[in-house]
């Protein structure tokens, strides 16, 4: 087997009959392998039939296209840290060659970004439809804007969207935060009040008051006396200034 031309074809499992332990999310079956672009034509075709003639207006339902090693899921390892480039089309506008030309352009033509595409993904929804090429962490914004920029001309589309993979140690750190945002427990007042009588504690507090009070008295003595003083100055000034006007 070929590994840069192996493919695993999975589809959203519509039928609850059908979950069997091959399954690898509760609605998201595994279709089958190819190794060339007619076994992956004739998958994806059997594929979408079974989908969408199934699905309702309102269902959103999938088809996706990975290589045979990588898991449809962005906790895969090969997708944590790359990202997808992603387009929408009206339904009105929908052309089923938009999903053939770009599996064939993006997985088996010669061109350098096929080693960089991890897989293909295409969803229906009420009104429209979404194409997703999913990129490794190896792809620079050069690729990205390549990708971006040929899928916008295979599906005659104005815009895309891109969007990178959330990594697993970021999801965990996301999970701490929202178990640190859990209420807290109660706050134990007399535990509380016991550990501050410990760090502050009576005598501490006594000593601390002592130096208080004495510090304060001897301020207001100096004080008093420097008063005294000037007072008493000032007084024999103006005495020897009246003996001296007479």
């Known amino acids: ?3 840069d031309r192996a493919f695993t074809v999975w589809c959203d499992n519509l039928d609850e009959e059908r979950i ?5 999310l509760e609605h998201c079956v595994k279709a089958g392998d190819c190794e060339s672009f007619e076994e992956l034509r004739k998958l994806c075709l059997d594929a979408n039939g079974a989908v969408w003639s199934k699905a309702e207006t309102d269902v959103i339902s999938s088809t996706r ?3 045979h090693d990588v898991k449809p899921h962005r906790e895969d390892s090969a997708n944590a840290h790359g990202g997808c ?3 929408e089309i009206a339904s009105a506008r929908w052309n089923l060659c938009y999903w053939l030309n770009a599996l064939s352009m993006f997985l088996y033509d010669d061109i350098y970004i096929a080693s960089l595409v991890n897989g293909i993904v295409l969803t229906r929804r009420s009104s429209k439809w979404l194409m997703s090429i999913w990129y490794t962490e ?8 390549f990708l971006e920029n040929h899928l916008r001309l295979l599906t005659d589309s104005t815009d895309s969207i891109s969007a990178s993979h959330t990594p ?3 999801l965990s750190l996301l999970d701490q935060e929202e178990s640190s945002s859990q209420p807290k427990r109660p706050v134990d007042y007399d535990k509380e009040l016991k550990r501050l009588a410990v760090k502050y504690g009576r005598r501490r507090s006594l000593h601390s008051d002592m ?3 004495l510090g304060t008295m001897v301020i207001t003595a100096v004080v008093t006396a420097y008063r005294l003083i000037s007072w008493q100055c000032v007084s024999a000034l103006a005495s020897s200034m009246a003996v001296s006007a007479c």
Do not use: G, N, Q, Y
């Open 211 to 213: 130096i208080t009070i």
């Open 168 to 170: 697993p140690k970021l």
């Open 1 to 3: 087997m070929d590994p």
């Open 138 to 145: 190896d792809a620079t914004e050069h690729d990205r804007e």
């Open 20 to 24: 069997l332990e091959e399954s690898f």
């Open 85 to 87: 480039v992603t387009v």
């Open 65 to 67: 296209v990975f290589r």
